[in-house]
């Protein structure tokens, strides 16, 4: 079984930058798929961005919409994931939620949110248009 708890959420200016984090409890498998979702208010869940649990370059996906403005990582032995996120925008305003499966990552797909089985409560994130 494992448990996420996300923090860093807050309300920043368009153009400013936020770092979430999302700390695992339990037994985190080192093929384990990590995952950030968000949604937005009246939208549907989107896969953000996903990365190995062991943070293999090669095991990294984003949705074209944070490309180039968003970096997902870990930190295996603090058992945490990361979002950086830069560059912000209106529409970035959203609940962000962590998310992990015991499987790994297939590579240019983060995946539905089915395939994964555990999740965290959310931090929202809000940028003011």
């Known amino acids: 079984q494992v448990r996420l708890e996300e923090s860093g959420g807050g309300s920043v200016q368009a153009g400013g930058s936020l770092r979430l984090s999302c700390a695992a409890s339990?037994?985190?498998?080192?093929?384990?798929?990590m995952a950030w979702f968000r949604r937005g208010p009246g939208k549907e869940y989107e896969g953000v961005a996903s990365?190995?649990?062991?943070?293999?370059?090669?095991?990294?996906t984003y949705a074209d919409s944070v490309k180039g403005r968003f970096t997902i990582s870990t930190d295996y032995r603090k058992k945490t994931l990361y979002l950086e996120m830069n560059n912000l925008k209106s529409e970035d305003s959203a609940m962000y939620y962590c998310?992990?499966?015991?499987?790994?990552?297939?590579?240019?797909?983060?995946?539905?949110?089915?395939?994964?089985?555990?999740w965290g409560q959310g931090t929202q994130v809000a940028v003011p248009s």
């Open positions: 998310a992990a499966r015991d499987y790994g990552c297939l590579s240019g797909s983060i995946g539905p949110r089915a395939e994964f089985r555990y």
């Open positions: 339990g037994v985190l498998y080192s093929t384990a798929c």
């Open positions: 990365i190995d649990s062991t943070g293999t370059r090669g095991s990294i």
